[in-house]
């Protein structure tokens, strides 16, 4: 399985069956964020749960409440069940959450039931790219992870290709919405045989079984040995830091200040760009502006191919410009893009079929710049924020700050919908997104960042 020197070949079967059953969590991740999309819809009608707008946003929310608290206790279950045990955990509350929201009986069983759905969301979306990390030589390390930001976008995708042919095979039964939730059980399930197989991180071997242990694990995994080597060492160096970690810091040294400071906007950033208003209500937003119902189901599938396409072209980009640049350069894009939105949907120049039509595919492109360029660097871009010490903890805060901003977005939209209509919304989130701009300007400097490292 190794060439003469020793390297890894990057063709290890096992290597890559692991990385893909990990990033079957990613692909929950998704599932689960998009199935709401095409399910709305119907229950929201009289003979189902009757949602009034502002219920309509606390169940769209409820499982981005779950993912905040999900999310930010990650760190302490990894490190204490272990990356295998909870991801196993991770897809047997899943599945019983999902079930519990396909047979829910009124509007509050269903908020709860995505609460708890949330919480495993939650520890997903940071679990499966540790885990992938861990077990990933130092050559398919950014390879293995991106499976899973790749995993999330399918997971969204299969989820409107499947609310789709449901809905137009079996719109008229408006119970329809409960076999769609149910449907994502089916992926959970897969994930929990198939975990068993899995091997344990070899980081979290070294610090709870033992180098020997951690040492079999790598060789299963075919590391090099000089991966090998600085894996331990650096597992080592992780343990020490930990063990130094001071909230105090923040309060006191300004470098560190301007650093929690930096990641909470690259949070907020990424969801006030107005992604999740889309894929959570892009049926509601299609059928607003004048698509039938199985229209509106189909036209998502376009969206979620487009964003499937866009993040594979767009971690080609990554290397290849300045982050920052490219953080403002999609931002930019994104305010001009619903600008143009707002204005066809607000002028009256076009046939309703044609209308219908330039606003799918200003809405693709619009999912395409924030899932090509806007979201990969700021996953990135909170990466490379803080020293290696803190890195961990400023993280966990800077995805909690998304999942935060996200339930705001997604509890308020469809009031908002209500309010300002279809249009005004658009016209409120080409506003954020330069608003965005000028934080990005001011808040999120390679210059101070690099000097604020060095310091650190």
Same mark, same amino acid.
């Given at each position: 399985?190794?060439?003469?020197?020793?390297?890894?070949?990057?063709?290890?079967?096992?290597?890559?069956?692991?990385?893909?059953?990990?990033?079957?969590?990613?692909?929950?991740?998704?599932?689960?964020?998009?199935?709401?999309?095409?399910?709305?819809?119907?229950?929201?009608?009289?003979?189902?749960?009757?949602?009034?707008?502002?219920?309509?946003?606390?169940?769209?929310?409820?499982?981005?409440?779950?993912?905040?608290?999900?999310?930010?206790?990650?760190?302490?279950?990894?490190?204490?069940?272990?990356?295998?045990?909870?991801?196993?955990?991770?897809?047997?509350?899943?599945?019983?959450?999902?079930?519990?929201?396909?047979?829910?009986?009124?509007?509050?069983?269903?908020?709860?039931?995505?609460?708890?759905?949330?919480?495993?969301?939650?520890?997903?979306?940071?679990?499966?790219?540790?885990?992938?990390?861990?077990?990933?030589?130092?050559?398919?390390?950014?390879?293995?992870?991106?499976?899973?930001?790749?995993?999330?976008?399918?997971?969204?995708?299969?989820?409107?290709?499947?609310?789709?042919?449901?809905?137009?095979?079996?719109?008229?039964?408006?119970?329809?919405?409960?076999?769609?939730?149910?449907?994502?059980?089916?992926?959970?399930?897969?994930?929990?045989?198939?975990?068993?197989?899995?091997?344990?991180?070899?980081?979290?071997?070294?610090?709870?079984?033992?180098?020997?242990?951690?040492?079999?694990?790598?060789?299963?995994?075919?590391?090099?040995?000089?991966?090998?080597?600085?894996?331990?060492?650096?597992?080592?160096?992780?343990?020490?830091?930990?063990?130094?970690?001071?909230?105090?810091?923040?309060?006191? %040294?300004?470098? =560190?200040? !301007?650093?929690? +400071?930096?990641?909470?906007? #690259? @949070?907020?950033?990424?969801? *006030? /760009?107005?992604? %999740?208003?889309? =894929?959570? !209500?892009?049926? +509601?937003?299609?059928?607003? #502006? @004048?698509?039938?119902?199985? *229209? /509106?189901?189909?036209?998502?599938?376009?969206?979620?191919?487009?964003?499937?396409?866009?993040?594979?072209?767009?971690?080609?980009?990554?290397?290849?410009?300045?982050?920052?640049?490219?953080?403002?350069?999609?931002?930019?894009?994104?305010?001009?893009?619903?600008?143009?939105?707002?204005?066809?949907?607000?002028?009256?120049?076009?046939?309703?079929?044609?209308?219908?039509?330039?606003?799918?595919?200003?809405?693709?492109?619009?999912?395409?710049?924030?899932?090509?360029?806007?979201?990969?660097?700021?996953?990135?871009?909170?990466?490379?924020?803080?020293?290696?010490?803190?890195?961990?903890?400023?993280?966990?805060?800077?995805?909690?700050?998304?999942?935060?901003?996200?339930?705001?977005?997604?509890?308020?939209?469809?009031?908002?919908?209500?309010?300002?209509?279809?249009?005004?919304?658009?016209?409120?989130?080409?506003?954020?997104?330069?608003?965005?701009?000028?934080?990005?300007?001011?808040?999120?400097?390679?210059?101070?960042?690099?000097?604020?490292?060095?310091?650190?």
């Amino acid at each position: 399985m190794k060439d003469n020197d020793g390297s890894l070949r990057t063709g290890s079967s096992f290597l890559r069956y692991t990385s893909y059953i990990i990033a079957l969590g990613g692909f929950l991740f998704g599932y689960d964020t998009g199935v709401i999309n095409g399910a709305l819809s119907f229950l929201s009608r009289p003979d189902q749960l009757n949602l009034s707008s502002s219920v309509q946003g606390l169940v769209s929310s409820s499982l981005v409440l779950g993912c905040t608290f999900g999310a930010m206790s990650n760190s302490y279950l990894a490190n204490h069940v272990g990356r295998k045990k909870l991801l196993q955990w991770v897809a047997v509350i899943f599945t019983f959450a999902t079930l519990a929201c396909s047979l829910s009986m009124n509007s509050w069983m269903l908020i709860g039931a995505r609460f708890i759905l949330g919480l495993s969301v939650g520890v997903a979306s940071s679990l499966s790219p540790l885990y992938l990390n861990e077990i990933s030589p130092d050559k398919l390390k950014a390879k293995n992870v991106n499976k899973n930001a790749i995993a999330i976008v399918l997971g969204q995708l299969m989820a409107f290709t499947v609310n789709a042919i449901l809905g137009s095979i079996w719109g008229s039964w408006h119970s329809i919405w409960r076999v769609m939730m149910a449907v994502a059980a089916l992926p959970a399930i897969l994930l929990w045989v198939l975990s068993f197989e899995l091997p344990k991180s070899p980081f979290w071997q070294i610090v709870s079984e033992g180098r020997d242990r951690a040492v079999e694990t790598f060789r299963q995994l075919h590391f090099p040995k000089l991966d090998i080597r600085e894996a331990i060492t650096e597992a080592k160096e992780e343990i020490k830091n930990e063990d130094s970690f001071n909230w105090k810091e923040f309060f006191t %040294n300004k470098y =560190m200040m !301007y650093l929690l +400071v930096a990641g909470v906007t #690259v @949070g907020f950033i990424q969801q *006030a /760009s107005g992604i %999740n208003t889309v =894929m959570y !209500y892009g049926t +509601v937003i299609l059928e607003k #502006v @004048g698509l039938g119902s199985g *229209a /509106s189901l189909y036209g998502n599938i376009l969206i979620g191919a487009v964003s499937s396409l866009a993040i594979l072209a767009g971690s080609r980009l990554l290397g290849k410009v300045h982050h920052q640049h490219l953080l403002l350069a999609g931002l930019i894009s994104n305010g001009v893009t619903l600008f143009i939105l707002n204005w066809v949907m607000r002028a009256d120049l076009f046939s309703q079929t044609v209308n219908n039509i330039l606003v799918l595919l200003i809405l693709a492109i619009f999912l395409a710049i924030q899932q090509g360029i806007v979201s990969p660097v700021t996953w990135l871009l909170l990466s490379e924020l803080f020293p290696q010490h803190v890195k961990a903890t400023m993280n966990s805060v800077g995805t909690a700050t998304i999942w935060i901003t996200n339930f705001l977005i997604s509890l308020i939209f469809p009031i908002l919908l209500d309010v300002l209509g279809t249009a005004g919304v658009f016209l409120a989130f080409a506003l954020a997104n330069i608003g965005c701009v000028v934080l990005a300007e001011l808040l999120i400097n390679p210059r101070l960042i690099k000097r604020a490292n060095d310091v650190l």
